[in-house]
């Protein structure tokens, strides 16, 4: 059966590119049987069907991870719509991101629920360290959610999910080896027996990698390769008592080992720098049904973000930094109405930042961060749908905020939706932003007013979204030598993000389109290192025993700094052939046309490299 489904992804700029619009709105349809959509809860906290949701809200499920043959999170999420990946080099080098032009910092990541983005200088996320063996599904909410998530949730939020335990037993395993001396293994368990839940996953990957630095740009830096080494792992074990009441603990660990090269006027051609970090997380859980219509989930948590760098040097020093963030939430969810729900939640924060500057400089900073949340979903016969969310937020010693959400659908008929919000959010400055060696106690929050209007298309074989966006941030914080970190302007973006999916002659065709104009409002320039147009398309075929998946994605120009980065197009291509019910082999070839290219001024992107490997699959 042929499956079509047209799903939302990111998009904005000025002007539209005519022949990548018009194709993506004029995709061929195929006569085909409806592919049920997916069930979400990150958009509102409660679960939605897909097509419901009056938010952005796309999902890289389980398959897809499987088909794209990929390994880490960042080269996943480069090709979904509205995300721009920036790394210093290859496989786990430093890893920033923007959505809807917001920085890293400013759009929330979850593991199970529980956040992981950094309490140091960076303000970022490990996402170079997450590795896809340990993941399951993806949701995608583009768009302010501070309502939902509070701070550091104005860009929207990426959740992930970890293997989670099947009704009957299954396990895998797989191996893969390719260019320059790279390899990654994989094993996996999940199952239940007499109501214990359990799913345990570990992965190793390495690679001796290349050359990142660029030294006709940067002069200082040691061309020599730079290798990666991660071993992750995660599980989750749980007992249902009935079909109401479930208690259990869910935990995930990564731990990559990685040479950088610094490229500052301090560094020698000959230095080797070496890094490690460690990204954890656990959590207990109790999901319970209270009554018919009331149901309660309760998790207490821990995030743990470890980093350590040693620059071996003429003058040799380390540096260390631990964030380490523990989480109460208390969430309900109540039924009052057949078309309307609530939910109300509670949660506490305990954030921590402890580090050494390696000359001697050490930080030690805490702070609590408490948050009331409540929330409304209505939705009727007639076509009309509403969500209403509100919540208050109390940050020690920098800001208690008030945010909202208001969104509004109006279905005209069985084929089109069309759909309207508006939110308010806020972002905190992290504990190393304000008490770091470069701090600034005085630093404001940043505040944000985001529109949202758009159109879903629901067709028997095909689902298309068009959103228009306008987001702004003001007493955006910026880096300011010499005065560190400082509220210094305001920060706009509007734009447009198409995003579908649908079948033509047997392939399954998933492509996105970007138009956006991150600006600073006081200046007037575009935003550091941030396209104005980003496009991607995806094409996976099954053919008896063969899989075959096409990826391309585009980025426009961008300035880092007072330099140019060029636009690319990256492919890369994949197939996997089924020897028999639980053999496949695998190849894939990334970089395809060896593109030259940049998303960090100085660092070189990954060339043309090739792996091939083997699963079994039970």
Known sequence: MKAISCLPRQGRSRVLSPSFATCLLLLPVAHASTQLPEVVVTSSRTEQLQTDTLLHTTVITADRIRQSQQQDLPSLLRAE???????????????????????????????????????????????????????????????????????GAVGGVIQIFTRKPTEKFQSSVSAEF??????????????????????????????????????????????????YRNTSASGSLSKVWSVDQELGIRFSQSQGRFDFDGGTSFDQSTDKHTGKTNVSTVSVFSHNRLTDRWTSQLNMSEAVDKNSNRFQSAYPFENAYKTQTRLLDWLHRITLHESLRATAGLSYQRQSLFGNDGFGGVSDFSR????????????????????????????????????????????????????????????APPLGYLYGQY???????????????????????????????????????????PNGFTNVSSARNQGIEISGQTMLSDWAIRPSLTLQDPRDVDSGQLLNRRARELASISATRSDGPWVINLAASYSGQRFDGANRLGTYLVASMGASYKLSNDWSLLARLDNVFNENYQSVYGYNQLPRSFFIGARWQQ
């Open 439 to 481: 701090g600034n106690p005085s630093l404001r929050p940043e505040y944000s007013r985001s529109w949202d209007v758009g159109a879903q298309l629901t067709l028997p074989d095909v689902e298309l979204r068009l959103t228009w966006f306008d987001a702004r941030i003001r007493d955006q914080i910026e880096w300011r030598n």
């Open 81 to 151: 719509a509205g995300i721009q990946i920036t790394q210093t080099g290859g496989i786990g080098s430093a890893t920033g991101f923007f959505m809807r032009g917001a920085a890293t910092r400013q759009t929330l990541v979850l593991v199970d629920g529980v956040p992981i983005t950094k309490q140091d200088a960076t303000g970022t996320v490990s996402i170079e360290h997450l590795m896809l063996a340990e993941i399951d599904r993806i949701e995608i909410v583009r768009g302010n959610v501070s309502s939902i998530y509070g701070s």
């Open 178 to 227: 390719g260019s320059r001396m790279s390899y990654s293994t994989a094993a996996s368990v999940r199952g239940t027996v007499d109501g214990v839940r359990y799913a345990i996953s570990a992965s190793a990957l390495g690679t001796d990698g290349f050359s990142a630095i660029n030294p006709r740009q940067l002069v200082n830096g040691n061309p020599d390769a730079d290798g």
């Open 368 to 427: 609590n961060a408490w948050s009331t949340q409540g929330g409304l979903e209505y939705a009727d016969n007639n076509g009309h749908s509403v969500q209403l969310n509100a919540r208050h937020d109390d940050i020690q010693g920098n800001v208690a905020a008030n945010t909202g959400l208001l969104g509004y659908g109006y279905r005209i008929n069985e084929q089109l939706k069309l759909i309207a919000s508006a939110s308010t959010g806020f972002m």
